[in-house]
């Protein structure tokens, strides 16, 4: 079936409407970053760079350590952004530009988000890397998709979704990495629970001067233990990617540099010097 104009867009030279890139501009395994700077801070470690597009926040560069082609791609803020990047870089692997079809043989993508993120557990230390295992989407991305997501949901799942729901909170979704990026990439890092906030702020149980409904939010998630498994950090994209990987079929993880410790009340002095670190374990590790 045809895909229509006004839902895959195409700029006039061709390439994918938000993202401004062609079909051969990416790299089957790509790594995505909020932050539009961040992106050269990836591709300074590629051998050589073959591409460096952009257009509004997400600014691309695809280019190769050694042999290995990797593209960086910048995604700014929240699963809203999570939605556009996903269809667009499936759309580049899957649909046929030309015909506006979905080709016969679709590619799977190997994605890892780098990003920066806050800890609720007072013995996950600011500085420190976490891979998210699982992520809890607070965010309403899933109500539009028709997903098996539910379907799939083990104990550990259910158990989130009772607790989140005990306190009045919006029904969430639970989505989980996967495994095998896991075994390639997570080895040495603390693994947890990653919950995803719709805002930085009252979502993640911050008040500067607007109040916050959830007064004890951190505590909420804090109080969650599944045999032993807990809610270990918050941050803005990891349950849409995850969510989003498993409609498409493609793998995905996320890797998180914890900045803050909602629990001890700091914040790194060193934010770059982490996200430096784990930019090198994932390009070590892929
Ligand atoms: O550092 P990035 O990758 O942007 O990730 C985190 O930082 C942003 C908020 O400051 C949100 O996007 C959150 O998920
Ligand atoms: O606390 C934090 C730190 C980084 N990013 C977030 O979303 N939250």
């Not at 051969?24 to 597009?53: C, H, L, M, N, Q």
């Not at 959830?214 to 918050?234: A, D, H, P, W």
């Not at 914040?267 to 784990?278: E, L």
């Amino acid at each position: 079936m045809m895909i229509a104009e006004t839902d895959l867009i195409l700029n006039a030279d061709g390439s994918i409407y938000h993202l401004n890139l062609l079909p051969e501009d990416i790299a089957e395994t790509i790594i995505t970053v909020g932050d539009p700077e961040r992106v050269g801070d990836v591709s300074k470690y590629f051998d050589r760079i073959e591409v460096k597009k952009g257009k509004r926040e997400f600014i691309t560069h695809t280019g190769y350590i050694g042999s290995k082609r990797i593209t960086v791609v910048s995604t700014g803020i929240g699963t809203d952004n999570i939605d556009i990047v996903f269809n667009e870089l499936d759309a580049l692997v899957n649909i046929d530009f030309k015909t506006r079809t979905v080709k016969p043989d679709l590619t799977r993508l190997e994605i890892v988000r780098i990003g920066t993120s806050g800890t609720i557990q007072p013995d996950i230390p600011i500085d420190s890397i976490l891979v998210s295992e699982y992520a809890l989407g607070l965010d309403n991305l899933m109500t539009f998709y028709v997903s098996d997501l539910s379907e799939k949901d083990d104990g550990l799942a259910q158990s989130l979704k009772q607790h989140v729901q005990s306190f009045q909170l919006p029904e969430p979704y639970v989505a989980s990495c996967n495994s095998n990026l896991l075994e390639k990439i997570g080895d040495g890092l603390i693994k947890g629970i990653t919950l995803t906030a719709p805002g930085f702020y009252a979502p993640q149980g911050r008040e500067v001067r607007a109040k916050n409904v959830f007064k004890n939010f951190i505590e909420i998630f804090q109080s969650f233990n599944y045999q032993g498994t807990r809610v270990t950090n918050l941050e803005m994209e990891t349950a849409g990617i995850y969510a989003l990987a498993g409609i498409l079929n493609h793998k995905a993880l996320s890797v998180n540099a914890i900045l803050a410790s909602r629990a001890k009340l700091e914040f790194s002095k060193k934010p770059y010097k982490v996200v430096d670190q784990a930019i090198k374990h994932v390009l070590e590790k892929l």
